[in-house]
Nanobody, 125 residues
């Protein structure tokens, strides 16, 4: 069971990007999906998560109101819509799936079972 992120790239400050996280086989709807990011010389940072059904989401304070996580279980894909991007959003973004992830523990990267390879997002003028 593999996860593949796509949609990263270079964007100007204030711009938008939409990342996708696709699973290699059906069954992603059994998992909550989280998004993390890591910038050079910085620790991994949680961004948010979405429950397996999509009914529950959570976001870190640093992205709340700017980023939105959604999912289309029919397409076996989860999305991260990023608006009002800032230079400090520059990082490698990872999606991850976990069978025991809930609102109370979505920020704990050790709770997740599968990780994607990451996609680079660069916010710069």
């Amino acid at each position: 069971f593999q996860l593949v992120e796509s949609g990263g790239g270079l964007v100007q400050p204030g711009g938008s990007l939409k990342l996708s996280c696709a699973a290699s086989e059906f069954g992603l709807d059994r998992y909550a999906v989280g998004w993390f990011r890591q910038a050079p010389r910085k620790e991994r940072e949680e961004i948010g998560f979405i429950s397996s059904s999509g009914a529950s989401t959570g976001y870190s304070d640093s992205v709340k109101g700017r980023f939105t996580i959604s999912r289309d279980n029919a397409k076996n894909t989860v999305y991260l819509q990023m608006n009002s991007l800032k230079p400090e959003d520059t990082a490698t973004y990872y999606c991850t799936a976990g069978s025991s992830v809930y609102y109370k523990n979505y920020g704990d990267w050790e709770e997740y079972d599968y990780w994607g390879q990451g996609t680079q997002v660069t916010v710069s003028s």
